[in-house]
């Protein structure tokens, strides 16, 4: 499949996505709280099938997926994105056992996953994380505060990364699934400018079993960034719908405001910043679908490009929203308009899963990498 156009049968979904985002996902997502799990919002993406298509399917799946969702409805796009980084790692490390009991709930929107890495003193530096696994008996204690975690405290379970061995950075991190009823485990959320829900975690010497362990003691590094390997370019992809999203609004607004004897398209300044905006969202659109399809042909470049797609699709995003916003005016900021809202989206995905400027950092090595 040549990734610089989809085949008709990818593209007619895309635009099923589309329909079904507009008639059965936007209304349930405008009856959800803001800061809160939707938890009807994620039984629909359940009972609809698209959940189920997170594990086993490809990165270009979950991308066209992400890019249409994010389209018609980002609330509906971020709870899908969600469950599949929260869950990643236990279809991709965890035992039989372990998914067994998990992924059918999560694939039904029944349990509700979260991906717990982040710290007050370990963001972009993650090897740092110092949540502790004090070994007890067969298994260890968990004692340490999680922050910025998406769908916390609300989820049911939580990938979260612990260190197993003192000193050791990245060789020393274990990943565990730890059921949110363990006890010792509490937290609260967090108000921020993003409107999916996000929390921080409180471990208090919650017990965890060789059960809970998910792929090996001391590799749980590997088990995170397989999965962030992944979800970087699907960030892009939900970027690239958000600038999609931007891009009609401002072409439809353009072509029918009324300004100085003509609509606002007739000048030149307003149809060039158009121009701008298409052909810097197509080119972000072809790296996110070429990293994704790096991704499924196990590609040896695959850091490289999903950084690169990540890092160019969340900027551009970013440029383009900003660019529609300035385009409609004063409509655009007014609380509850499209772009108001696509302006409080945009900002998140250039900080999460790798900021800006550590997607460069990787991009560099990989490069200087012989
Ligand atoms: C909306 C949202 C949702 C999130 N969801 C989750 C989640 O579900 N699970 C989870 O584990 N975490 C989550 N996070 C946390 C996120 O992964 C971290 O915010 C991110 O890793 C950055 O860490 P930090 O915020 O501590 O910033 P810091 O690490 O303190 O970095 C601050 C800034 O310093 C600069 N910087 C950092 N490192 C470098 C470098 N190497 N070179 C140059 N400049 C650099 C960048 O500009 C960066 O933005 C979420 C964050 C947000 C905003």
């Not at 509490?186 to 060789?210: A, E, K, N």
């Not at 499924?296 to 900003?322: I, N, S």
Request: hydrophobic share 45%; aromatic share 6%; with cysteine.
């Amino acid at each position: 499949m040549p990734v610089f156009s989809l085949d008709p049968a990818q593209t007619a979904w895309c635009a099923e996505l589309r329909a079904l985002a507009a008639e059965r996902l936007r209304p349930l997502a405008e009856k959800g709280e803001p800061g809160h799990v939707n938890r009807p919002l994620v039984a629909a993406l359940g009972e609809l099938g698209l959940l189920g298509r997170l594990f086993g399917a490809g990165a270009l799946e979950l991308c066209l997926m992400r890019e249409s969702l994010a389209q018609v409805c980002t609330e509906a796009e971020t709870a899908l994105a969600l469950q599949g980084l929260g869950a990643h790692p236990v279809a991709a490390s965890g035992t039989p056992g372990q998914r067994a009991r998990w992924l059918p709930e999560v694939g039904a929107g029944r349990a509700i996953a979260a991906f717990a890495l982040s710290e007050p003193g370990a963001g972009s530096d993650a090897a740092a994380l110092a949540m502790e696994a004090v070994p007890d008996g067969p298994g260890w204690r968990l004692t340490g505060e999680k922050c910025w975690i998406s769908n916390a405290p609300e989820a049911d379970f939580y990938s979260v990364f612990a260190r197993t061995t003192p000193g050791a950075g990245a060789q020393g991190v274990t990943a565990f699934l730890v059921p949110a009823d363990r006890p010792g485990l509490s937290g609260g959320p967090l108000d921020m400018l993003s409107p999916h829900p996000i929390g921080s975690l409180l471990f208090d010497g919650v017990p965890v079993g060789p059960d809970d362990v998910l792929g090996e003691v001391d590799r749980g590094f590997r088990v995170a960034m397989t999965t962030l390997n992944l979800f970087r370019p699907s960030v892009g992809a939900f970027a690239v719908g958000m600038a999609q999203a931007a891009l009609d609004a401002a072409l439809a607004h353009t072509a029918e405001r009324a300004a100085f004897g003509g609509a606002l398209k007739d000048l030149q300044a307003v149809s060039h910043q158009v121009a701008e905006m298409a052909t810097r969202t197509e080119a972000a659109r072809l790296l996110v679908y070429a990293a994704a399809a790096a991704y499924d042909e196990g590609a040896a470049d695959v850091p490289k490009r999903a950084a690169m797609a990540k890092l160019l699709a969340t900027e551009t995003a970013q440029y383009v929203v900003d660019a529609a916003v300035q385009l409609h005016g004063a409509r655009a900021l007014r609380r509850g308009h499209l772009l108001e809202h696509l302006y409080r989206e945009v900002r998140a995905p250039r900080i999460y899963e790798g900021a800006t400027e550590v997607q460069r950092t990787i991009i560099a090595k990989e490069l200087y990498a012989t």
